[in-house]
């Protein structure tokens, strides 16, 4: 088993670019989410699913965009792309009523 | 509105002595809460989980004890190792509904174990 993979893992970015980032998992996990992490704030959820076809919003889901068509991959994009928006971002999924969430290894992301 | 809160940025111990990492929380809808490790350039790992119906639980070197009159809970390491200088975050999960699965993090906190 791979895990939880992402891709890239560093991008850079110019203000206004769009870009997705890549998560896929090979558990078979229902539930997959997206974080985002800086300095003094922990990890912040960005959106995530309970299954192939059902997305939400996070705390902090303004300029990302998400689709679930597999179980397996949980794209997240990125719409129009702000200095705001660097962070090292992580993917993660955990499977039902297990609690405890696998995170990929993360995609550091700057804009300029 | 931070609901997880880690006071302490950071933390330095000797090897062989006690590491205890806090944690602090607000929502009272919280009912399991969990400790994740992180090294650099990596994700974070699962360290060690507690449920809202108990007060501690132990895994080899790594206790979470739970206060919930406090909202408090700590991690313990007993005893600390060089290998476990990590940023340590504090998790919380609401209990059910549309929050089922989300979890809210702390700001983490840098341990470093000095050999």
């Known amino acids: 088993n791979a895990g939880v993979t992402q891709t890239p893992k560093f991008q850079v970015l110019k203000t206004g670019q769009s870009m997705t980032l890549q998560c896929a998992q090979d558990?078979?996990?229902?539930?997959m989410s997206w974080y985002r992490q800086d300095p003094g704030m922990g990890l912040r959820l960005i959106h995530y699913?309970?299954?192939?076809?059902?997305?939400d919003q996070g705390e902090v889901p303004n300029g990302y965009n998400v689709s679930r068509s597999t179980t397996e991959d949980f794209p997240l994009r990125l719409l129009s792309a702000a200095p705001s928006q660097t962070s090292v971002y992580f993917c993660a999924s955990s499977y039902g009523q297990v609690r405890e969430q696998f995170f990929g290894p993360g995609t550091r992301l700057t804009v300029l | 509105d931070q609901q997880v809160k880690q006071n302490s940025p950071s933390l330095s111990v000797q090897e062989g002595r006690i590491s205890i990492l806090n944690c602090d929380y607000t929502?009272?809808?919280?009912?399991?809460f969990l400790w994740y490790k992180k090294y650099p350039a990596e994700g974070p790992t699962f360290l060690i989980s507690i449920s809202s119906i108990k007060d501690k639980n132990e895994d080899g070197r790594f206790t979470v004890f739970l206060n919930k009159s406090a909202k408090h809970l700590s991690l313990h390491i007993v005893p600390s190792q060089p290998g476990d200088s990590a940023v340590y975050f504090c998790?919380?999960?609401?209990?059910?509904?549309?929050?089922?699965?989300?979890?809210?993090f702390g700001q983490g906190t840098i341990l470093t174990v000095h050999p």
């Open positions: 998790a919380a999960r609401e209990a059910g509904g549309t929050s089922y699965g989300k979890l809210t």
């Open positions: 699913s309970v299954g192939a076809g059902i997305t």
């Open positions: 929502n009272s809808m919280f009912d399991y």
């Open positions: 558990m078979n996990h229902e539930y």
